[in-house]
């Protein structure tokens, strides 16, 4: 159960945990939730606080932007074509 | 952290607390926690059947109750400190929730056992058996609403 029925926030935490090889686990021991929490805020089942979401950024070394965002993020490939 | 919460906590997070997280699984387990509540209404009810057939209802019902605390993680019964702001939210939740729900609940309850004209034994057992679902209330909202949790990858 979300606790918000609006509309949940885009994200790119899966990728980017793909990206540097973390697991759900080892991301939800770094910024203090448990690992079910990041499950449900990847699926955008939960709206995650402005606090956990600027440590989640910044563990990712990112702008609160790059990781989330209220509509759907382009796929990158379409950034490294138009570069 | 006292040692019946740090227990708790390791408990909730180990890993037979793990295979207990789909939803399916968990809603048979919020009716099978239901049905115990009634068994022990009925106990109560026929005390003259004896009193092994109360505690073979009672046995029933706690398991049900524990397998509900595991598949919550013990979001109900471990501090605030102990919990991460998802928990925090969905236990406050189903606390908003039940409120309605149990008011209703009792309602109907109370005017189906009215209508009834049970003997005073027999309204006895509709007492606990309405105070058990009551008191869990909370905990079987969330435990039927909650989402799978489709692994720690």
């Known amino acids: 159960m979300g606790n918000n029925k609006e509309i949940a926030f885009h994200n790119r935490l899966k990728l980017l945990r793909a990206e540097r090889s973390i697991s759900r686990k080892q991301l939800a021991a770094a910024v203090g939730v448990h690992p079910q929490t990041i499950g449900y805020i990847e699926r955008r089942q939960y709206n995650l606080s402005l606090a956990l979401a600027m440590r989640l950024a910044s ?22 074509l138009t570069q | 952290m006292t040692y019946f919460q740090e227990r708790l906590y390791g408990n909730v997070n180990g890993p037979f607390a793990d295979r207990l997280q789909n939803r399916a699984g968990r809603r ?11 068994w022990v209404g009925v106990a109560f009810s026929n005390l003259e059947h004896g009193f092994w057939w109360l505690v073979a209802a009672a046995i029933v019902f706690e398991s049900c109750i524990l397998l509900l605390i595991l598949s919550l993680r013990g979001i109900f019964e471990l501090k605030d ?17 039940s409120y309605g729900l149990v008011l209703v609940f009792l309602v109907v309850l109370a005017t189906i056992a009215a209508g009834m004209e049970l003997p005073r034994l027999s309204m006895f057992g509709v007492a606990v058996f309405a105070f058990l679902v009551s008191a869990l209330a909370p905990r079987l909202i969330s435990a039927w609403n909650l989402e799978d949790d489709r692994g720690q990858q």
């Open chain 2, 81 to 97: 400190d102990l919990l991460d702001e998802y928990q925090i939210s969905v236990r406050n939740n189903a606390y908003k929730t």
């Open chain 2, 28 to 38: 048979a387990l919020v009716l099978a926690t239901l049905l115990g509540a009634a």
């Open chain 1, 59 to 80: 563990y990712f070394g990112l702008t609160l932007d790059a990781v989330f965002s209220p509509k759907p993020f382009e796929p990158l490939a379409n950034d490294i």
